[in-house]
C-alpha cells in the first residue's frame, strides 16, 4: 500500500496490476472523474494516465511488476482527447473508432463509454477486431453494455458473440460488416442502447482496407468517425471520410504509445482463448448409457425417424 499526495493538474501513469482508491479530491481517468472513497483498477499488462483536478490523496496497491509515477504532462493527449470527444452529442448515436494499430482506439472507446455512463446513458460497446477481441473470443464480433465505468473493455460482461471464422478480416471482411450492423440493431433495438460505440481493427493502410472502413461506417450509420492519427498511415481512409462521413475527428496519438509486436499479440490472443477455455476438465462417457449421435452438423441433413425415436428414447 502507498499513499500519495497530488497537486491540481498533476499527471501520474500507472501501470498494472494496480488498485487506486482516492481518499480526498478528485481524479480525471479515462472520461471519468473518481471522487473521494471511489476506486478503480488497472489491468496486468496496461497502462492509464490520469490527472488530479484539485489538491488529492491516493491510496495505491501495486501487484508484481505494477508502477505508479509522476510524469511530464506537456507532451499527453489527454486534455486534447476530452476537448474533441466533448462535442460529440452521445445519446442516440453511433460512433466508430479508426485508427492503426496501437495509436489509442481502445482507450479512446473507454473514454467515450465512461462519458455516457456520466451522462446516465445506456452504453453499447461492440469490439469488431476478431483477432484482439477484449469483450469477446478471437474469432469474433463481440458487444456488450456498459451502465458503470471501466478502465478497459475486458472488464465487460460479452452479452453477444458473432463467430466470424478468421482472425483476418481481409479474408471475411463482408460478413464482418454484416456481423457488425446486426450487433448494432440488437443493442439499439433489444438492450435499448442509448449510444454505440464501435471500436475497430487497426486494418487500415491498404486500398481493401480503406473500402472495407467506409463501408462499415456507410453500413451502420455512424454518426460520428473518431479517426486516431499516426503519421501518415491512415491520410488515405481520412481523405475519403471527410467527404463521405456525416462528422469526422481527427484526434493525435499519444507519443509514447506502446507498440506491440507479434509475439504480443499472440500471447494476448492465447489469453483471450483460455479466458473462455479454461479450466479444462476430463469427461467420461459410457456410451452403453448415453450413445452419441453422429452426424454431420451444419449440413441441412435432416433427422430420420429412427433418430427421432434414438433421440427421444433417451431425452
Given amino acids: 500500500m502507498e499513499i500519495q499526495s497530488i497537486r491540481p ?92 494499430m496501437d495509436v489509442g482506439k481502445t482507450t479512446v472507446t473507454t473514454m467515450l463509454v465512461n462519458k455516457g455512463v456520466r451522462e446516465g ?3 453499447g460497446v461492440i469490439d469488431g477486431d476478431p483477432g484482439q477481441n477484449d469483450i469477446g473470443p478471437p474469432t469474433t464480433i463481440s458487444a456488450s453494455v456498459a ?30 460488416l454484416s456481423s457488425i450492423s446486426k450487433l448494432v440493431n440488437e443493442l439499439r433495438h433489444n438492450y435499448n442502447a442509448d449510444m454505440v460505440v464501435i471500436n475497430t481493427d487497426g486494418w487500415v493502410s491498404e486500398p481493401t482496407a480503406v473500402r472495407f472502413k467506409l463501408e462499415m461506417v456507410k453500413r451502420v ?35 509514447n504509445a506502446r507498440v506491440r509486436d507479434r509475439d504480443d499479440r499472440k500471447i494476448r490472443r492465447e489469453m483471450g482463448y483460455s479466458k473462455y477455455l479454461m ?4 469427461l467420461t462417457i459410457n456410451l452403453r448409457e448415453k450413445p452419441i449421435v453422429n452426424l454431420p452438423l451444419f449440413n441441412g441433413l435432416k433427422y430420420d425417424n429412427y433418430i427421432m425415436r434414438l433421440i427421444r428414447k433417451k431425452s
Fill in 147 to 176: 451502465t458503470g465505468f471501466i478502465t478497459h473493455l475486458t472488464q465487460l460482461r460479452n452479452l453477444r458473440s458473432i463467430f466470424v471464422k478468421t482472425t483476418s478480416i481481409e479474408y471475411a471482411w463482408d460478413y464482418v
Fill in 9 to 100: 493538474n498533476e499527471f501520474l501513469s500507472v501501470d498494472g496490476p494496480a488498485s487506486i482508491r482516492v481518499i480526498d479530491g478528485k481524479l480525471y481517468v479515462l472520461g471519468a472523474e473518481y471522487g473521494p472513497g471511489s476506486s478503480f483498477t488497472v489491468m496486468r499488462g496496461r497502462r492509464i494516465i490520469m490527472k488530479s483536478l484539485g489538491d488529492s490523496k491516493i491510496d495505491a496497491v501495486l501487484g508484481p511488476d505494477g508502477k505508479i509515477e509522476r510524469i511530464d504532462g506537456t507532451n499527453e493527449v489527454i486534455d486534447i482527447w476530452d476537448h474533441e470527444l466533448s462535442k460529440i452529442h452521445l445519446r442516440n448515436s453511433v460512433i466508430v473508432v479508426l485508427g492503426a
Fill in 221 to 255: 450509420g455512424a454518426d460520428y468517425a473518431i479517426v486516431i492519427r499516426r503519421g501518415d498511415e491512415i491520410n488515405d481512409l481520412l481523405k475519403e471520410l471527410m467527404s463521405t462521413a456525416r462528422n469526422t475527428i481527427v484526434l493525435p496519438s499519444p507519443p
Fill in 121 to 123: 446513458l445506456k452504453v
Fill in 279 to 282: 479450466p479444462s476438465r476430463e
